[in-house]
């Protein structure tokens, strides 16, 4: 784990998204406010929540130097 990228093919956002559940937990470049070395962690993952998951806007605060399995990061572009 953390299981492959398109594991489960349906899902799917209505924008397109893809690949938010049983992913992992996602580091952000946001320091939080007052704390030099923890930023802002959202999401859930295969390893939080219960049956229906963790929202997508749910934040947590980790130190900098913390490595769990289900704790990554996402990959993006811009479209043009």
Same mark, same amino acid.
């Given at each position: 784990? *953390?299981? *492959? %990228?398109?594991?489960?093919?349906?899902?799917?956002?209505?924008?397109? #998204? $893809?690949? !938010? #559940?049983?992913? =992992?937990?996602?580091?952000? /470049?946001?320091?939080?406010? @007052?704390?030099? $070395? +923890?930023? %802002? =962690?959202?999401?859930? /993952? !295969?390893?939080? @929540?219960? #049956?229906?998951?963790?929202?997508?806007?749910? +934040?947590?605060? %980790?130190?900098?130097?913390?490595?769990? *399995?289900?704790?990554? !990061? $996402?990959?993006?572009?811009?479209?043009?």
């Amino acid at each position: 784990w *953390p299981p *492959p %990228v398109g594991y489960c093919p349906t899902d799917i956002s209505t924008y397109g #998204a $893809r690949d !938010f #559940a049983g992913g =992992v937990r996602e580091w952000t /470049s946001t320091a939080a406010l @007052g704390r030099t $070395r +923890r930023f %802002v =962690v959202r999401g859930g /993952s !295969f390893m939080t @929540g219960n #049956a229906n998951g963790i929202p997508l806007w749910s +934040r947590e605060l %980790v130190h900098r130097d913390i490595t769990s *399995p289900d704790l990554g !990061f $996402r990959l993006a572009t811009e479209c043009n």
